[in-house]
């Protein structure tokens, strides 16, 4: 291989073994400012996007073990890698929904595990991570709110029952 290819493969490796996930994207279709605008989205959301050569990306895909990208490495590829996928898919999202819905997305690759297109499209529609914290506190607080509930209950229950004792004795004296 070339000096200059594996220099290449260095950058994108290293990338991709700094980033939390993968993501594949067909840009055709794009126009250069569009792409530009892609990037900035994505560069404010924590994730950069990066035009690749799908052989390239293959070599570095097999190496990682991520067969399942092989597939979708035939059309003119650029990924996007990052820390936080749900960021970046809701950028993209976002941004599909003002261009046209591109660049298309293909799959991609968080952690170990292999990401279809519906996969991505669920991620972007995550509520906010402060929603989901929210919801999980809910949840949690459901059971001993009731359980608080239940007790005062019958904590009223027996005050009841002693007033009733005491109103008959009172007038059985």
Known sequence: MRPEKEAILREIKQKVDASEFLLLADYRGMTVEQFSSLRASLRASGARIQVVKNSLLRLVAREKGWNALDAHLSQPSAMVVGLNVVDAAKAIKKFQAEKQNRPAMKAGVLGDRFLSMTDIESLASLPPREVLL????????????????????KLCSIVYVLKAVEQKKSAAA
């Open 134 to 153: 929210a919801q999980l506190v809910g949840t949690v607080a459901a059971p001993m709110s009731r359980l608080v509930g239940v007790m005062s209950q």
